[in-house]
Structures are given as structure tokens and as C-alpha cells.
């Protein structure tokens, strides 16, 4: 059974940092293409980061582009999400997906849990 | 950027209704186009990809079509479970330009 299983949330300051984790189970970790989606209260669902199999090509939404890097650990098993200089608008459940491709189309089909970020004072 | 518009964005239906949404691009997408369905509280699960496949496991009353800027979702007979809100999603050939509509709450009537 694949399991992907955030952690590493809660709450922090603006301008502070966080970094979450996301262990995967139940696949190769290795083979596939890894990506963080994030979700604000009440809100819907908003790319953020994609992370190739090597970590050969990394890829962030324009959002956070410069606050926050992907990483992964394949020896691990492990998706990593560093997120700094967070601001109030960061504020979102943050899922760690699987992503999958077909026919040239891009989709997620494993999601874990997610994990709550609150950024206030 | 491509943007994803759903319509409507809430929609009332009763236990064995058909119903059917739709996701319109601002540029033509071919068929990368995916759908999910999200309960509240829980994350997102897939529906549907590129356009019509049926991902494993999901019961054969959801299906989609489309191709080019007009896409839709149908529930050929409604289930209790199937209230939920439902998303599409692009990947126009790049896992870098992946964006999501705003959504369609299916509400209970």
C-alpha cells in the first residue's frame, strides 16, 4: 500500500521557517517524480514544487520561488520541503504527492494526509 | 499561465441524480487534463486523466470527456459518498505548469 506521510508542521512566525518531511512507503520512492501542492483554509488547491527522480530538475510556483526549496532523499525514502521567510499568505495544509504521467498528461495520484502550516504572530 | 475555470461552483443534487461540470481552459490543453475529488478534511483523491482514463479502483459512474478548452465530469447516478468538492487540473506537457480550477461543491438537495 503506498503511504505518504507528512510531518514537520505548526505554527511559526512571519519571517520564520519551517521545514516539513514526507516519508513514502509502499513503491519505489526512486522511480518517481515527487511534488508539494498546498491548500489555504477554505481555499482550493495550489501547485508548489516539483522534484525529479534525481533531483536533476527542480521546479517551484512563482509564489514561493526564492523562500523555499524541494529536496529529496532516495536512500531515505523522503521528500523535504524547507520553507523560510514564511508570510501569513503561506498559511495552507501543504500535501506531499506522487505524480504520474500518461500519454503526456501530468496528474497526482497519491497524496498524503497533509500537514498544517500557520504563519502569525 | 493557463487558467482553469470551473462551472458552477456549487451545484445541489439528489441521491440518484445524473450530474455533470465542467472545466473550461484559457488556452487549448489537448486532453492533460485530470480530475479530483476532495471530501472535506481529507485530501484529494484522482478521478480521472488525461481527459477520460478512469484511475484503478474508481467505480465506473464517473467518467470524463473532452478535449482542447472544454472538459467535463459526469456521475452517471449519485451516490451518498460522491458529495464532495471536485477539481480539475492541467499539466499542458510540463509538471511545471500545473495549475487546478477553483472548484465544484456537489452538495446534498
Known amino acids: 500500500e503506498v503511504q505518504l506521510v507528512e510531518s514537520g508542521g505548526g505554527l511559526v512566525q512571519p519571517g520564520g521557517s519551517l521545514r516539513l518531511s514526507c516519508p513514502a512507503s509502499?513503491?519505489?520512492?526512486?522511480?518517481?517524480?515527487m511534488n508539494w501542492v498546498r491548500q489555504a483554509p477554505g481555499k482550493g488547491l495550489e501547485w508548489v514544487s516539483y522534484?525529479?527522480?534525481?533531483?536533476?530538475?527542480?521546479h517551484y510556483a512563482d509564489s514561493v520561488k526564492g523562500r523555499f526549496a524541494i529536496s529529496r532523499d532516495n536512500a531515505k525514502n523522503s521528500l523535504y520541503l524547507q520553507m523560510n521567510s514564511l508570510r501569513a499568505e503561506d498559511t495552507a495544509v501543504y500535501y506531499c504527492?506522487?505524480?504520474?504521467?500518461?500519454?503526456?498528461?501530468?496528474?497526482?495520484?497519491?497524496w498524503g494526509q497533509g500537514i498544517l502550516v500557520a504563519v502569525s504572530s | 499561465d493557463i487558467q482553469m475555470t470551473q462551472s458552477p461552483s456549487s451545484l445541489s443534487a439528489s441521491v440518484g441524480d445524473r450530474v455533470t461540470m465542467t472545466c473550461r481552459a484559457s488556452?487549448?490543453?489537448?486532453?492533460?487534463l485530470n480530475w479530483y475529488q476532495q471530501k472535506t478534511g481529507k485530501a484529494p483523491k484522482l478521478l480521472i486523466y488525461?481527459?477520460?482514463s478512469l484511475q484503478s479502483g474508481v467505480p465506473s459512474r464517473f467518467s470524463g470527456s473532452g478535449s482542447g478548452t472544454d472538459f467535463t465530469l459526469t456521475i452517471s447516478s449519485l451516490q451518498p459518498e460522491d458529495f464532495a468538492t471536485y477539481y480539475c487540473?492541467?499539466?499542458?506537457?510540463?509538471?511545471?505548469?500545473?495549475?487546478f480550477g477553483q472548484g465544484t461543491r456537489l452538495e446534498i438537495k
Open positions: 504527492a506522487r505524480l504520474r504521467s500518461f500519454g503526456g498528461s501530468y496528474f497526482f495520484d497519491y
Open positions: 509502499g513503491f519505489t520512492f526512486s522511480d518517481y517524480n
Open positions: 522534484i525529479s527522480t534525481s533531483s536533476a530538475t527542480i
Open positions: 488556452q487549448s490543453i489537448s486532453t492533460f
Open positions: 488525461a481527459a477520460s
Open positions: 487540473q492541467q499539466s499542458y506537457s510540463t509538471p511545471q505548469a500545473i495549475t
